[in-house]
């Protein structure tokens, strides 16, 4: 499972990286980016699908592997 | 002259009618369901969108949907007006492109990390308010406490006189508050506030200071310092949406705690479930409503829109849609789905969203550490403000 941020519809609410920390990051304007790859640990599938679910633009999205 | 009372909010809605400010949710419920996008002929031609997907298309569709005015009054900007894209309080009412060009100069400033650091000065900020209020049995948590917080905050960041508060208040109450005054009435209550920035400005300039104000007065576009109205206007807006807006927010999440004896000792008990509390009443009692005004005559779904309308673009009506949330006109402070437009949608998203949030967790851990049990000391006496910030702005709290 990978996270991806689409930044054409990001507009830096900042719900990703409050609820999943460990899989997000904001840039000095306060978008969203994924850390790394993206690539979900095992354990935090929850707080990815969290980040999905909390995103007010739709912004972010989850690969399947 | 207050506006006659309405009698048909589906085709003559007034946001300052009595009703609508005192308990505006289930207008905007009925409305939903039986005229999604209604109009009314006041203010020279409003539409009100009250579903999520008609709010979000008409927040990103910039090309029918101006933002070159976002305070519905009877006065619209014509001609002489600063125009789009620029506009009078950019980047909050300017078009692309050069919306980002004025918004990526403020962003850096509310991001997150830049945000965090104002925290320990906003909570001693919030303990200092609350050790005025000790030993007392009724504390007004409006006029008290959570009206000082984002005051204090803002100040502190644009470099102005704490003291100044009242003035601050007083600036916002005729900016979001007094949009029914006759026009001339309006303009010439501006003249203090022009006055009290271009002082300020002034003491900038002759005293250069690590401060956000100092940083609009020195930054460039393209190698240019910005033009006296841009820098004018963004101060003015940084006062005027970082006041109230905030302060309503710390108000209704108290006075929906004052009401939810359950709600409240969960939280108090394991304050960890704040921020996601908060997410909830950000969502519930999303206090601010934004507007646009329609760039040429066209059709929305079946709408006949006119150049020139208004749109009160509800985000509080959007986050009551019971189409996008499960159990939307429930407050459920441990929801775990939550895609809400508090903040807007789009390319106007509040850009000071990271210190709203901040001052609003800040300030409900702090008052609930305090004062872990209170209630409503007198229904009756709550009053909330009108216009297009919503939020209680008399709250009597019984304390237990």
Known sequence: MRVTIDAGRCQGH??????????????????????????????????????????????????ED | MPNPPVSDFATDFDHLDERWVKDPYPIWDELRATCPVAHSDRYGGTWLPTRHEDVAAISNDHDH??????????????????????????????DPPFHQIARRLLLPAFSPRAVAELEGFTRALCERLLDGLADRDVVDASIDYAEHIPVGVIAKMLGLPPEDGDTFRHFVHLILEEVD?????????????????AAQVADHLANPRDDLLSYLLNVEIDGHKLEEQHIFGTAVLLLGAGIDTTWSAIGASLWHLAQHDEDRRRLVADPSLLPVAIEEFLRAYAPVTMARIVTEDFDFKGCPMKKDDWILLSFPAANRDPEFFDRADEVVIDREINRHAAFGLGIHRCVGSNLARMELRVALECF?????????????????SRGQVRGPRVLPLAID
């Open chain 2, 368 to 384: 609930l550490a305090r004062f872990p049990d209170f209630h409503l000391a007198d229904p009756g006496a709550v009053a909330w």
């Open chain 2, 181 to 197: 005054l006759p026009f001339d009435e309006r303009l010439a209550k501006f003249t203090p506030v022009e006055e009290y920035v």
């Open chain 2, 65 to 94: 949907f101006t933002s070159r005015s976002i305070i519905v009054s009877d006065h619209r900007p014509g001609e002489e007006a600063p125009p789009a894209p620029i506009g009078i309080a950019p980047p909050i009412s300017s």
């Open chain 1, 14 to 63: 900042g719900r990703c990286f409050t609820l999943a920390p460990d899989l997000f990051d904001s840039d000095d304007l306060g978008s969203g980016v994924v850390l790394g790859d993206g690539v979900v640990p095992d354990g935090a599938e929850h707080r990815a699908r969290l980040a999905v679910a909390n995103c007010p633009e739709g912004a972010v999205g989850i690969e």
